[in-house]
Nanobody, 127 residues
Framework: QVQLVESGGGLVQAGDSLRLSCVAS????????MGWFRQAPGKEREFVAF????????YVQDSVKGRFTISRDNANNTVYLQLSTLKPEDTAVYSC????????????????????WGQGTQVTVSS
């Protein structure tokens, strides 16, 4: 059983930056591919970013490309999501997720492929 705990969210102004962290425990972190998802009020959950077990492959969705970066520190069982140039439409609860599967571009955005989820951290961007 893997536990995931996110932190780093908050209330910021448009244009600001935040770094979200997700610490994993209870499993072998290096065997899990990791993803970040977000859910805005009244909207469905949305895929944000993916990173492979080694960190050698990563992807962020087009709407945040150039502003968000995903990375991982396997020595410290942590995956990060760096948020830059934040916009009001980035307001959401951001959750990390862990998958025991080898994911590719055909399915890394599919939430059903992820087995473990954190509780989420709120990011609110004011205009």
């Amino acid at each position: 059983q893997v536990q995931l705990v996110e932190s780093g969210g908050g209330l910021v102004q448009a244009g600001d930056s935040l770094r979200l962290s997700c610490v994993a425990s209870g499993g072998t972190f290096t065997t899990y591919t990791m993803g970040w998802f977000r859910q805005a009020p009244g909207k469905e959950r949305e895929f944000v970013a993916f990173i492979s077990t080694s960190g050698g492959v990563s992807y962020v969705q087009d709407s945040v490309k150039g502003r968000f970066t995903i990375s991982r520190d396997n020595a410290n069982n942590t995956v990060y999501l760096q948020l830059s140039t934040l916009k009001p439409e980035d307001t959401a609860v951001y959750s990390c997720a862990a998958s025991p599967y080898y994911l590719t571009s055909s399915n890394w955005s599919d939430g059903t492929k992820y087995r473990y989820w954190g509780q989420g951290t709120q990011v609110t961007v004011s205009s």
